[in-house]
């Protein structure tokens, strides 16, 4: 089924959401492993505009309405929003760059409880943070390529695995930087 299992995701209604950066896939499961859906053409590679195919996904992101984000970054540098049952809903990004609203190489995405789609946008070294309509809102300073974790009272916490250090953000601010060896950020964020 993966030609590179690269990420695992798990939605608030229990599914489970795996990325395959090699294949330009995600796979939707049920709890039980029962594949439900593929978001992306297997082996076909998108560009920034594309509605249904990607270039080297990597991450997945959930909203409150059951929406899913797909960060496609490792070519193109966008998250694209789709309805749970993998309906098109819009592009976010989509522009690689170092300006406000570009992204380069997005590594990471989640939904934080003002409803804002917060992207880890790794090579940028910074969080970028989009309003609920996909408009961009502002970045904060943070290395970002590894994992991306939004706790319900908005605490945002940013692993990098090359620089070994997780980065935490309360109300925009930076509120900790959590040194660690390895790739131990990346199990720090999954303790969560």
């Keep these: 089924l993966f030609n ?8 608030p209604d229990g599914s489970i959401w795996a990325t395959d950066p090699n294949d330009h896939v995600v796979h939707k499961f049920a709890p039980d492993g029962q594949k439900l859906l593929t978001l992306g053409k ?20 959930f909203g409150p309405a059951g929406d899913v984000y797909i960060s496609d970054g490792y070519v193109n540098s966008r998250i ?8 098109f809903v819009r592009i976010i990004g989509g ?37 609920k309509d996909g408009s961009f809102i502002k970045t904060l300073a943070a290395p970002s390529r590894g994992g991306l974790v939004i706790t319900p009272d908005g605490t945002i916490y940013v692993s ?13 601010q930076i509120a900790d930087i959590v040194k660690v060896e390895g790739s131990a950020p990346d199990l720090l964020l999954s303790a969560l």
């Excluded at 590179?4 to 939605?11: D, E, G, L, P």
């Excluded at 522009?95 to 090579?123: F, N, T, Y």
């Design 4 to 11: 590179q299992a690269h990420s695992i995701h798990f939605a």
């Design 95 to 131: 522009k690689k760059g170092v300006g406000p609203a570009e992204l380069q190489l997005p590594h990471g995405v989640a939904i934080d409880p003002q409803g804002r789609i917060v992207v880890a946008d790794s090579d940028n070294k910074r969080v970028a943070i989009f309003a």
């Design 42 to 61: 297997k082996g076909i590679a998108g560009d920034n505009t594309s509605r249904d195919t990607f270039n080297r996904p990597n991450a997945v992101g």
């Design 80 to 87: 694209v929003q789709f309805t749970n049952d993998g309906k």
């Design 160 to 172: 990098d695995v090359n620089a070994g250090v997780v980065t935490v953000f309360k109300n925009d």
